[in-house]
């Protein structure tokens, strides 16, 4: 039951793996790409980490992958076009990819595939990890935090347009804002209507 | 082995046929209670009272044409009402309906998954239901669909946050996810509502945002997008969307009522470990939550539509930082050991 289990969404998340790096409309891309999350937070659960797995479901197939298609349908992207012209970007993915599979295998050889096998198994409590992360990792759980905070101001420095006035355009509803109901400013950081710009 | 996946299975059963009947009863509720809020009849004339309108809907939505439209995008058009579905009837897994029973030398949760990370699973599975209403507004076609769907997954993202960080409160005291501990905790202390009413009025606000109802509809707003994300679908593949609202506020009322009003439990009532308890808190949880039904009926015939920009701001501006404030008031009075 769980190797069917297994075999069943490890072949999901590589098929649809394969799916979000080959297929040309970026909206099928994503969605296959929400099938990849699904199907590795399945894995994580199989492992014993259902608090993970759930983690994974809610932060990123449920919020960030919907920025990712919010932004695509707002920009009314319709298939890829022009970005196999790129010569220096390929080179860089290229060079990303090395990178990240050199450190894989790094991973792999110093440890031995001793050291990836099952975890116990019984699950990763939640008491367990939440001991761990706030004492043992506390550093580098507040610097992440940190971290996210610096990205939301930065965003939110980005987005604002120089000399606008917040408390004048806030009761201003839509009709200064060109592109439909929603001017968004920014990577979906801020929605405000009315930018009066 | 076999006999647990059979308890289950039956158990999940229970729940489902519950849950599936939501649609066509809310269907009923839902025109007679706008009718009467407006002083009109409403629909009357199938069977007593008109009890039998839902049947007649539904015979209708079977015969009606199966249009998809030529410039849809067919796989995504015809995925989306199924996939709106899915959570709609995973979620309530997690939700507790009755008291352990212990029967034949062994004792039965009533409770279909009972797992480590109860809420977070709820949370996270119902955050996939946004997917269906953007496939569904992509793949028609149609500005008006795009527009609803742009407005759905904003809107959705960022009511998930106050809901979140609300239900994160509750957890506080209980000290765990399990949806069962809250309703232990809430038989041996007050209800949730009580202490958490800051946490609750969050709650309940951001409830109306997820689920997409009135005041906040706009994802289909029909005065200004005709029906938003639903334009182009018609006959059974409109039903199943309905179908998918009506479960998804019966799952988030359940959730609801777990959190603050105790559950399946009622204060000062301690229903026997045996069938008969487990009946009576089914009985419990459905009335609850047929008053939290009631109350978004209510609630969707009686206030106009907020305009999106104030939507917005209301989830980021007051929203957010109520239920930052609510858990930093609920942590530090647990950790004094108030609560």
Known sequence: MEKLTFFVFAGLALGSAIVVVVHRSPVYATLSLVLTLFSTAVLFVLLGAPFLGALQVLVYAGAIVVLFLFVIMLLNIQSEESAHGAGAQRWVALLGAVILFGMLGLGFWRGGFASVGPLTAESVSLKALAEELFSRYLLPFEIVGLLLLVAVIGATVAARRPGEDDEKSSDVPFEASPPGPLSVTGEGERFQGGTSS | ?339
């Open chain 2, 1 to 339: 082995m076999t006999s647990d996946l059979a308890i289950t299975l039956v158990k999940y059963a229970v729940m489902f046929l519950i849950f599936l009947n939501v649609a066509p009863i809310m269907n009923w509720v839902e025109r007679r209670a706008c009718a009467y809020i407006q002083d009109r009849p409403g629909p009357n004339r199938v069977g007593p009272f008109g009890l039998f309108q839902p049947l007649a809907d539904v015979a209708k939505f079977m015969f009606k044409e199966d249009i998809t439209p030529a410039a849809a995008d067919t796989v995504l058009y015809l995925m989306a009402p199924a996939i709106a579905l899915l959570p709609a009837f995973t979620t309530f897994i997690v939700i507790p309906f009755g008291p352990d029973i212990a029967t034949a030398g062994r004792t039965i949760r009533l409770i279909v998954a009972d797992v480590d990370t109860g809420v977070l699973l709820f949370l996270a599975i119902a955050s996939l239901s946004v997917y269906s209403l953007v496939m569904a507004g992509y793949a028609s076609n149609n500005k008006f669909s795009l527009l609803g769907s742009i407005r759905a997954s904003a809107q959705l993202i960022s009511y998930e946050l106050a809901l979140t960080l609300s239900v994160l409160a509750v957890l506080l005291p209980v000290g765990s996810f399990r949806l069962g501990d809250v309703v232990a905790y809430q038989q041996s202390h007050l209800w949730n509502v009580l202490p958490q009413i800051l946490g609750f009025l969050v709650f309940l606000v951001a409830a109306f945002a997820e689920t997409n109802r009135l005041p906040f509809d706009l994802p289909e707003a029909e005065s200004e997008l005709i029906a938003g994300f639903h334009t182009e679908y018609g006959s059974m593949r409109f039903a199943l969307f309905f179908m998918a609202e009506y479960t998804n506020m019966a799952a988030l009322s359940a959730l609801g009522v777990t959190l603050y009003f105790g559950g399946w439990s009622l204060p000062g009532i301690t229903y026997p470990h045996t069938l008969l308890g487990g009946v009576l808190g089914l009985l419990t949880l459905v009335a609850k939550i047929a008053v939290c039904m009631g109350i978004f009926v209510w609630v969707r015939w009686t206030f106009p539509r907020f305009r999106y920009d104030q939507l917005m701001r209301l989830g980021w501006k007051v929203l957010l930082p109520l239920s930052i404030l609510n858990l930093v008031l609920v942590a530090a009075l647990t950790v004094g050991g108030v609560l």
